[in-house]
């Protein structure tokens, strides 16, 4: 089995995406920016929209 990084609600968007490609159809399935807007934490973001971030993490770590 591969050593997958952790993902957690401090990390960037940026750092996954760049990390894990294949997370960048869950940002975009939460309607979250992974481009301009991805300079900020997973937590933020969802703060800032409304999401659940345990909800977001999990669909996150699902792709993995």
């Not at 050593?3 to 940026?14: F, L, V």
């Not at 894990?20 to 937590?43: M, Q």
């Amino acid at each position: 089995m591969p050593n997958i990084t952790q993902i957690d609600r401090a990390m960037t968007i940026n750092d996954i995406v760049a990390q894990h490609p294949e997370t960048a159809g869950v940002f975009h399935r939460f309607g979250l920016d992974t481009c301009c807007g991805g300079g900020v934490s997973v937590r933020d973001a969802a703060q800032r929209h409304g999401l659940d971030v345990e909800m977001l993490l999990e669909a996150l770590r699902d792709v993995l």
